[in-house]
């Protein structure tokens, strides 16, 4: 079975800086998908990037990239220019690329912009 | 906005009553899962639903049961609660199962089982 680890629980960082938040995952798989959500605290659960294991190429929306690490098994979030509405809990989660498409998502980092 | 819509957002039950939860899937989605996410935890998937036919179900009890209507609406039904179904409920809806179609998110329903 797939799993997803979050070992950053909270992370802080002050507006307009750059922050890292990190993510692990664990597949005997080759083909799968990576995502980071963002969940704010009116629950709604908000895509915010996703990566195919195929592509060796980092995905990056706007202020939102990743460094996707495949041998490592290793997914971070690099967040730019950080601002106060970025201040949710982000989770990272992962699909194979077959049968039906479960999220297995990791515990959350809760994410406190600094004014 | 994502499209996908839940109700009702919050909900008390006692120990051993039944619950119904609906989500609305977004226009063009013909599947729905469904994820439990207890205080402080990631979602947990529960089950889905691709046109009107379960889909796959992740290590919940039958208790937890679904519908899939023909405009491809959804129903999660708990029987016999417990008060470790308390939870945020949360569906989402995608435009095919086994495709490379992203899951977009409904607000949720919170329950409260006492």
């Known amino acids: 079975a797939q799993t997803v680890t979050q070992s950053q629980p909270e992370m802080s960082v002050q507006e307009a800086e750059t922050v890292t938040l990190s993510c692990t995952y664990d597949t005997s798989e080759s083909d799968y998908y990576l995502f980071w959500y963002k969940q704010p605290p009116s629950r709604q659960m908000i895509l915010v990037i996703r990566?195919?294991?195929?592509?060796?190429q980092n995905a990056t929306e706007n202020r939102f990239s990743v460094n996707f690490q495949k041998a490592a098994k290793s997914f971070s979030l690099k967040i730019s220019d950080s601002q106060l509405g970025d201040a949710a809990m982000y989770f990272c989660?992962?699909?194979?690329?077959?049968?039906?498409?479960?999220?297995?998502f990791g515990t959350g980092t809760r994410l406190t912009i600094i004014p | 906005e994502t499209g996908v819509t839940q109700s009702p957002t919050h909900l008390i039950k006692t120990r051993g009553q039944q619950v119904t939860l609906r989500c609305s899937s977004q226009s063009g989605h013909n599947t729905v899962s469904w994820y439990q996410q207890a205080l402080g935890q990631g979602p947990q998937f529960i089950f889905q639903y691709y046109r009107e036919e379960e889909n796959g179900r992740g290590n919940f009890p039958p208790r937890f049961s679904g519908l899939q209507f023909p405009n491809y609406s959804s129903e999660l039904n708990v029987n016999a609660l417990e008060l470790d179904d308390s939870a945020l409920y949360l569906c989402?809806?995608?435009?095919?199962?086994?495709?490379?179609?992203?899951?977009?998110f409904g607000p949720g329903t919170r329950l409260l089982v006492l």
């Open positions: 990566q195919e294991a195929y592509k060796q």
């Open positions: 989660a992962y699909r194979n690329n077959f049968g039906n498409e479960k999220l297995t």
């Open positions: 989402a809806s995608s435009r095919g199962a086994g495709t490379q179609e992203t899951q977009y």
